[in-house]
């Protein structure tokens, strides 16, 4: 058993780092620094390495400013085997530094094979140690399209090893309206979703009053947000969307509860391609971009703690 | 340019192995036979080489009977990084047998993480060779809660390669209602998604009239496979929840247009572990288990092919 409960972490993690920042590290090989880069985007395994020596690399800029990191998996899977490896190599680092992994792997399937991911991301949920540790994180995204069978798995494995899952509710992109949005019963589908995710977490509340299950609310759509935060008083959320995708800090004030807790916002592209944009191109450039990220991980953790109190 | 569509590929190998069975290769691998498991469960290689092996024989068994494979990669990602290398091994051997290779990897993310996933497993939207080709198969699964822009990459991976989509609409799971079945405008969800599938693919359609765009629906709900048929007139379906989870072969009927084309279906452990199970127990136990997969996957094509013509 484990008494841990992971939304606790997260709320005393915010509170200690008076962060609720998380670092996507979303490593798109063509715009990594070319002093990482041996052979640039002609070979896996090259690219693979780059990728893990650049993960530190942001790592250790952005440690003492944000609260975890994200990986989008995607990216990962991009490099195939080589990709996976630096994936594992980045989850064992970001562990050693004390940083809340979040696994952004939006996986969804039917309750037997769920399992299967529940344990290759989460662990056992019998909390005995899993046979591979290799993609093993605090927490992980998890679509809801197959309802709750597709869930359940994830959150027995959270609550037996401290972890958490996140469930996809309202998305940051623009189509999400398409599918997400549609009329049911009187209200949008998110809202549905929203209450299901609502109701399966509520037994799973630590201290905080918050529980093991979240919700990725986009940063992208600040009304929903408001709205969310409302009708999920449980819910911890995740919330991506900033910075490149068009959200701003202002836009994300409704996710918090009024003492700033109560969710965690990621940026990605904003922060570790900072010495790409103004103004940190012009102070720092590219032979300083760790500075660069470093400035740009403190500048949204100090805008985002002020915005939210 | 690729001239060859994914569902002309499809509807060719329907018609020369007079077959529309995909055996499904979810090694769970507390039930391998025991003389694949050198060192049974404790050590993640070890399980992985034990599953490369298995698969094996059972490419080898099934490879008369079965139009290709369709591979849970919760299963493979449960074993970490050896489990992703066996991934890989059994995609090349099925590629090396001919037989075409569905990932059933459920991906979901918004447009830009989504073209990292569809380079992954599908290849590059430019029909260029990918850095790392590990993961690329002849089709995927993919979700549609993030709406077009999580799909449109997958669809443009798969016109550039010959390789295919099939986005998950009706899931063979019992609580597939709790989301799926919620009331969208006077029709159920999963039938919006649906109409947007079909919407979605029709530009793709091949010479068979069929899409490179194609649904996912559970044997589990006959009824909804007629009412699904009609709808999507231009969609290839990939009907899982055979044997195991309940869907009888008579059941998958009103998938299939008139001429016993339209649809393949996935068998997974009826078929790869028929051993166990009466009567290929009795006439082949486990001594000569390959016999008994083979057996197993002639009688179900045998019997989708009679209840379809």
């Not at 952005?62 to 990709?83: D, I, N, R, S, T």
């Not at 992994?101 to 037997?112: E, H, Q, W």
């Not at 049911?184 to 998110?190: M, N, R, S």
């Not at 965690?264 to 720092?284: G, K, L, M």
Request: proline share 5%; aromatic share 8%; hydrophobic share 45%.
């Amino acid at each position: 058993m484990v008494s841990r409960n992971f939304a606790d972490v997260v709320t005393q993690r915010i509170l200690s780092k008076r962060s609720q920042l998380v670092v996507g590290l979303d490593p798109r090989t063509d715009r990594l620094p070319e002093e990482l880069l041996r052979e640039p985007c002609a070979d896996a395994r090259a690219a693979a390495d780059a990728v893990v020596a650049f993960n530190r690399c942001v790592m250790d800029a952005v440690g003492p400013h944000a609260v975890g990191v994200k990986c989008q998996v995607a990216f990962y899977e991009e490099l195939g085997c080589a990709g996976m490896e630096a994936y594992a190599a980045t989850l064992r680092y970001a562990r050693d530094r004390g940083l809340i992994a979040i696994g952004d792997v939006k996986r969804s399937d039917i309750a037997s094979t769920a399992s299967a991911y529940a344990a290759a991301h989460l662990g056992h949920p019998d909390g005995s140690s899993p046979r591979a540790g290799d993609f093993i994180v605090d927490a992980v995204t998890v679509n809801p399209y197959l309802g709750s069978d597709g869930v359940r798995p994830f959150i027995e494995a959270a609550a037996a090893n401290g972890k958490g899952a996140f469930v996809l509710v309202k998305t940051s992109n623009p189509s999400s309206a398409e599918v997400q949005d549609l009329d049911a019963g009187g209200a949008p589908l998110y809202e549905r979703v929203a209450a299901l995710v609502e109701q399966w977490g509520r037994p799973y509340c630590g201290e905080c009053g918050y529980s093991l299950l979240g919700a990725v609310v986009g940063a992208t759509f600040p009304k929903e947000l408001v709205k969310l935060r409302a009708l999920m008083p449980s819910t911890l959320f995740l919330v991506p969307g900033l910075g490149a995708q068009g959200g701003r800090v202002q836009d994300v004030r409704g996710a918090f509860a009024p003492e700033g807790l109560g969710a965690i916002v990621n940026s990605s592209r904003d922060v570790i391609f900072a010495w790409e944009r103004s103004p940190y191109r012009e102070e720092f450039g590219l032979a300083r971009w760790q500075d660069a990220v470093a400035a740009a991980a403190a500048d949204v953790q100090q805008e985002l703690w002020r915005v939210t109190h």
